[in-house]
């Protein structure tokens, strides 16, 4: 569209400010005819405004389906969290040592290599899950990814359910494994797309709140089992599996795509269904929603046409891989292997095998409470603000850990192990973990978010793996046994984490994923993004 052109056209209004076309065509870098279009850029401009200027509970009210249907699809990691957990708690299941294990100083153990092959069966599916999910998602959405995963978990739960060895249990660890790959990629980015700017933070972060629950569940059925000694002691636990995938299924199936992705497809009419149905109509100016979408899609659309994984590591989205990656990755170094095998770090530091049921139940109930609390913490402060002082926290507690565990122990240094441990998870799951999942799902741009979940979750799976081997060789009789001595080492860790966060991790909060492209393309310093002032008709 020519200047003369845009020039003949009535002059467009935002508040008491006019929409200059000669503006319009100034900040047209990318020469699209959509940029200059006065009408939708005005519709752009007012729905970004009104964004930024939304509060948290206002949001609420607008769109009390978007924050639904985001929870719902956030609800799927609890089948990842509930395995998880399980085989945590199966290494320290009486009746499965003695089926399963070899006698260590007059004491029945599972193997290392075997307490390591479980965890981690599990999580080298997961990885060819999430490189799956990114193709697959950008062909079928989000929606239908989904649920040929969850009928996919239905299937592979039987190869678990009806094991007879260790070898066949992780196998069938290996094949639940990729469906929870789809679920971890495709749920955060799906969450922070169907909600507002003011609700990305509280909605992404209920991933964590998924966990909680998946442990809170296992607790309680491992502690209810604890005492058989039978194989249903660990087969109950295995079914219970299937409580999730059905109804959720069902759910999903009329849940709405998101309008993001359907922008991205050309799906311009369905998308304004989408945006309908994920709010009030009363209330939702969805044509002015519309064109925020339309804008902020065709300038990365110019900048970089069909997604591929390759595009991931070009130009500016390099640095922004480079974070996903990492914050994905740093959710093994902070303490959060002790919480996946609480039951089992309990009894290393010298609790009875009853009392570390218990614990770990009361544990997995104070990660749900400061996962709540993590909500009013991401309204409160930015991104980078909690990330920073809890991973400092933690760091300091990890330590603390390691000092207890090397001086000569009593029942006073067994009871405060094992409430540091606690205190860990607490921080972690109210702090570290939800920061992690929001940090994820807004910096990736939206044309490579599908892709860049997935391969930021490959990364969290490549540090996981061989972190898990460290942690069971650690706390395992059979291996160091270490027990809380392993403070010294994960609080090394965290500090890395904690000085790689100081100087790369930018703040997205109150960012529009507008605003946020520009912030990279400009290359920002990380410490910088908070305080920078980008003009809301920057097509940049």
């Not at 965890?119 to 989000?142: D, K, M």
């Not at 240094?413 to 972690?428: E, M, R, W």
């Not at 529009?512 to 393309?521: C, K, M, Q």
Request: hydrophobic share 45%; aromatic share 12%; with cysteine.
């Amino acid at each position: 569209m020519s200047f003369d052109n845009v020039e003949k056209m009535h002059d467009h209004v935002i508040g008491d400010e006019k929409v200059d076309p000669r503006v319009l065509e100034e900040k047209n870098i990318h020469h699209s005819e959509i940029l200059v279009d006065r009408e939708l850029m005005t519709h752009a401009f007012e729905a970004e405004n009104r964004e930024h200027e939304q509060g948290v509970w206002e949001a609420v009210k607008e769109r009390p389906m978007a924050c639904f249907w985001a929870f719902i699809m956030c609800f799927t990691i609890i089948m990842e969290a509930f395995d998880m957990f399980l085989n945590g708690n199966f290494v320290a299941l009486t009746a499965f040592k003695e089926r399963y294990g070899v006698i260590k100083d007059g004491e029945y153990a599972i193997e290392t290599k075997w307490q390591s092959a479980l965890f981690q069966s599990g999580q080298c599916g997961a990885f060819v899950g999430v490189f799956l999910a990114g193709p697959i998602t950008n062909y079928l959405g989000y929606r239908w990814t989904t649920i040929l995963a969850l009928v996919l978990m239905n299937a592979t739960i039987f190869i678990s359910f009806f094991a007879d060895s260790l070898a066949v249990l992780v196998i069938g660890q290996a094949f639940e494994g990729v469906p929870w790959g789809l679920f971890i990629a495709n749920s955060p980015a799906y969450a922070s797309e169907v909600v507002p700017l003011a609700l990305r933070g509280a909605c992404t972060a209920s991933l964590q709140m998924s966990w909680a629950v998946g442990q809170i569940i296992v607790s309680a059925a491992t502690y209810g089992y604890n005492n058989r000694m039978d194989q249903w002691s660990w087969r109950v636990p295995l079914a219970l599996q299937w409580i999730f995938p059905t109804p959720l299924l069902l759910l999903l199936f009329f849940a709405p795509e998101s309008p993001w992705w359907l922008i991205r497809r050309g799906r311009r009419e369905e998308a304004l269904r989408s945006i309908n149905r994920l709010g009030r109509k009363s209330t939702v100016n969805a044509e002015e929603e519309l064109a925020m979408i339309e804008r902020t899609v065709e300038i990365e659309a110019k900048m970089g046409g069909s997604p591929t994984l390759l595009d991931l590591v070009k130009g500016t989205d390099l640095r922004r891989t480079i974070i996903t990656c990492l914050m994905y990755a740093s959710q093994n170094f902070a303490g959060n292997l002790i919480a996946n095998q609480a039951t089992f770090f309990f009894e290393q530091a010298g609790m009875s095998t009853n009392f570390s049921f218990q614990l770990n139940l009361i544990n997995s109930c104070l990660q749900f409470v400061a996962t709540i609390l993590s909500w009013f913490l991401t309204a409160w402060f930015g991104r980078r603000t909690i990330y920073l002082w809890g991973t400092a926290f933690n760091m300091s507690m990890l330590f603390i850990l390691g000092i207890c565990a090397s001086i000569t122990q009593n029942s006073s240094t067994n009871y405060a192990q094992a409430c540091l441990g606690v205190i860990i998870s607490f921080v972690y799951a109210g702090t570290l973990g939800p920061i992690s999942y929001i940090t994820i799902a807004e910096t990736s741009s939206v044309r490579l978010r599908a892709l860049s979940t997935g391969v930021g979750r490959g990364a969290y799976y490549v540090a996981e793996i061989p972190m898990i081997y460290l942690a069971s060789q650690m706390l395992n009789p059979t291996g160091w046994n270490l027990a809380g001595k392993c403070g010294y080492v994960w609080g090394g860790t965290a500090a890395v984490c904690w000085i790689g966060a100081y100087f790369g991790l930018p703040e997205l909060k109150h960012r529009s994923y507008r605003e946020a492209d520009i912030l990279f393309n400009r290359k920002v310093s990380a410490r910088k993004f908070k305080s920078t002032v980008i003009d809301v008709k920057d097509n940049e």
